[in-house]
């Protein structure tokens, strides 16, 4: 995969750096293996809707079966699902950069060392894996990073490993809150996170957590 992205972005590479659920300690078994985020420089020529259709172009080329997702590509390498996200940093002053929005066909500023910080300093990654495991066992969809979004915003100030407790009050927040909540990329307050899910898929995302919420038993909601 490597020498893909470096036929393809040659010197306007930065850096090629694990992101995702894997940086944040919250990946589950199932899901992506890893996610690479690949830094452009500022003085990249492309537009982002050509960087990112540039780089699905040079991973078929090169004879991988990539998937267009919604800000990133996703691709196999050695029986691994590997997920990369391209972006164009804004400025040198700053690690924020600029990323294209597959499914709106827009784009949108973010920042992934803000991201993981949070997670990481949350020490809410327990509820979050459980979180995560119980939408792909029941075939939620609904992207990851609101699903942390949600989950630390359901657990803030709730005790430290109460894990049973805290998923309790997770799937209450989320049934009670997700159709109606605005939820803000913590380091972009322009991009409504929420606003990636249909009002029918936030309803539908409420009706499950009210399903799992009033399960006697763990073994019912997770296995």
């Not at 985020?37 to 259709?53: A, D, I």
Request: glycine content about 6%.
């Amino acid at each position: 995969m490597l020498p893909s992205l470096i036929t393809w972005g040659g010197q306007y590479i930065e850096s090629v750096a694990p992101s995702g659920s894997f940086a944040k300690g919250t990946a589950i078994r199932g899901s992506t293996d890893i996610d690479f985020f690949v830094s452009l420089s500022q003085s990249t020529p492309n537009t982002l809707k050509e960087v990112y259709e540039t780089l699905f172009n040079r991973f078929k080329s090169d004879g991988f079966v990539p998937r267009k997702q919604n800000v990133s590509i996703g691709v196999n390498v050695g029986g691994y699902s590997v997920d990369v996200v391209p972006a164009k940093r804004q400025n040198n002053l700053t690690s924020d950069h600029s990323l294209f929005k597959n499914r709106a066909g827009t784009w949108t500023k973010t920042n992934v060392g803000t991201h993981i910080r949070n997670v990481t300093n949350s020490g809410r990654q327990e509820e979050i894996i459980v979180m995560k495991v119980w939408a792909k066992q029941n075939a939620v969809f609904t992207p990851s990073f609101l699903l942390e979004l949600l989950t630390m915003e359901a657990c803030e100030n709730r005790p430290i490993g109460s894990l049973s407790r805290n998923v309790s009050a997770c799937f209450d927040y989320v049934r009670d809150n997700v159709v109606s909540i605005r939820c803000l990329d913590p380091s972009n307050s322009e991009n409504v996170v929420s606003d990636d899910l249909t009002v029918d898929q936030k309803k539908h995302l409420a009706k499950l957590a009210g399903v799992a919420r009033n399960k006697q038993f763990w073994v019912d909601v997770v296995k």
